[in-house]
């Protein structure tokens, strides 16, 4: 969100760049953060939020693209924590979670591993990135990134196999 | 290890992708309504959708009295419950349930049934939501049983507030459950805007104080009361922090990594005196301290410090930035320890009996290499370290026997028990946990070793601190 909370104007040339990157990739993260989150709404509040940022900066990002997913991950995270935090602290009389039609044994299983397994697994099968790109996306090493592959299709094999 | 052959980990790599691609395959978001609304600038936390969810709601206090009001997605025909002389009201398809007369707690549970019948999702009013359910303050419990009425609220910034009768005022929260927090502070509103909003907020500040350098200072003070009440959980002293930094320009947040969790240190700079001030919601001997580093780079502490001094904050580095601190952990006990490092989503549970090489490289996935580890000549065992954190080695058998913790300079794991007991924490809080906990002078100093835990204290009376502890077989020099 801009500082002033007043939208950044693009122009010319980058107005249409930054069109062409939204278009491209605002569907796919919405996805990618539906498969980390578990919810579409939020899964889409938070691709804007990451956009919205990337807008911001724009100016001064070499990467679009990385910055956004970069962005995306942060985003999640920080979701994540306050979730937690708020379930944790506060006595709420009803649960709330989306209006699932039926169980989803896919999103159960990745809702059951750490955030970080989550997102590289995603990245990784869904979003189809190599390792190097996943630890540039996330921000972690390389070996915490195989680890952390390796540990989550362990756990998702033993769930999700016949 | 895994003996899985190559072939079925490639098919299940290949379903689970195939798994992937099918749970998305209703997710169709609007493409282009997205794109306006961020390039217009109506992202959720945009003032404008705020100002858009505050008009709704002053609609809703005007067209139907006042009061507390609640919002949830109904559907169908309307529905009201008398309770006392209210009247709660779902307004058919829309967000709203409006109460006319303020309830007390006990009442709003009676209309329980009535808010219980939406979707399950909330209004959120900072994501275009046409009402603000603000009885979820109520129902969290936070506010207790006393009846409050509203008398504003407002957004700014993509934040919302609502101030209630007695002039105090709550921070709504985004979320998808929408909670309110009790906005002890006045901190209301943006850096730029909070002067005039909180004057009209009440609460610590003094309205008749212009100076802003008065009035922050004022918040200042009142932060550090409420960090002095010890009533604030780590969350909620997270957040505290986040106000602070955000409000008062504070730039540095810590917490000694040999202390745990509950010693924080906010260092503010720009301080009304010129100087910097730094503040520690709890001091080694639980008093809070507040020291002030002027001009001149001499500190003076301004509150009572027997125990702790400038030195002692110095010494008790390395500093850790609290969300660091929140991350990483390591929870002890009499037969071995539990960790979790939520960065690199590593946890695990390491019983003592565990193979020592494959405990080491679980933990050390967790926190990273060890940085200290001693071959003893003299004990039958070893120990691998991560800050203050020590594992013992049973040279013989190769299991993980024991651990110690002790105050460290190096950065690590904050380690506690799963009472909240570590390093720092006081005798007086050992023996709330432990009743029949004895302390005695040794050729150590001052343990208490008959539990299942052993402590090394500065002393025996209740203000004394841990200066280490360990349980299972660890190598100790007496």
Partial sequence: MPASGQPVELVGDDSTAFDELFRAEYAVLVRVAYLIIGSQSRAEELSQDAFAQLLEKWSGVKNPGGFVRTALVSRCRDAQRREITERRKLRLLRPVTEAEPEADYLLDSLAELPLNWRTIVVFRFYGGYSIPEIAEITGDPEGSVKSGLHRALTQLRGQLSP | MNETPDIDESSFETSLEQQMRTAVATVDPDIEQALRAVKGGASRQSSDRGSQWLLAVAAAILVFGGGIFAASRFSGDSDEIQVGDSTATSVPDSNTTVIDEALDFEQLE?????????????????????????????????????????????????????????????????????????????????????????????????????????????????????????????????????????????????????????????????????????????????????????????????????RVTLDDVLEAGPWLMVDEVADVGVTVDASGFSYASTSVGVTGVLPFGSPSESAILSVSDAFGQPDSGTVSTQCLTDSVGWGSLSLSIDSVSDTIVGWTVRRSRSEGPVVTTADGLGIGSTVAELRAIYPELIIEETTLGWESIDGPISWLTSGSTDTDIVQAMWAGETCVFR
């Fill in chain 2, 110 to 306: 009676a209309i329980t049934p009535l808010l219980a019948r939406e979707i399950p999702r909330l209004s959120n009013p900072l994501t275009g939501g046409d009402a603000v359910r603000v009885d979820w303050l109520l129902l969290s419990g936070e506010v207790g049983t006393e009846p409050f009425r509203f008398t504003e609220i407002w957004a700014d910034d993509g934040r919302a507030f609502a101030l209630s009768e007695d002039g105090t005022s709550y921070e709504l929260l985004e979320s998808d459950t929408l909670v309110a927090r009790r906005d002890t502070l006045g901190m209301a509103g943006s850096a730029t805007q909070w002067q005039s909003e909180i004057l009209s907020v009440g609460g610590f500040l003094d309205p008749e104080s212009a100076s802003e350098a008065h009035q922050r200072d004022r918040l200042w003070d009142d932060a550090s009361d409420l960090l002095a009440s010890g009533t604030l959980d780590s969350d909620q002293r997270a957040f505290l922090f986040d106000r602070i930094e955000m409000q008062l320009g504070a730039t540095y947040l810590y917490v000694p990594a040999s202390f745990g969790t509950d010693l924080i240190a906010v260092v503010w700079e720009g301080h009304s005196d010129g100087g910097n001030r730094a503040f520690l919601s709890d001091s080694v001997n639980g008093k809070p301290v507040e020291y002030s580093i002027g001009e001149s780079g001499r500190p003076s502490v301004s509150y009572e410090a027997e």
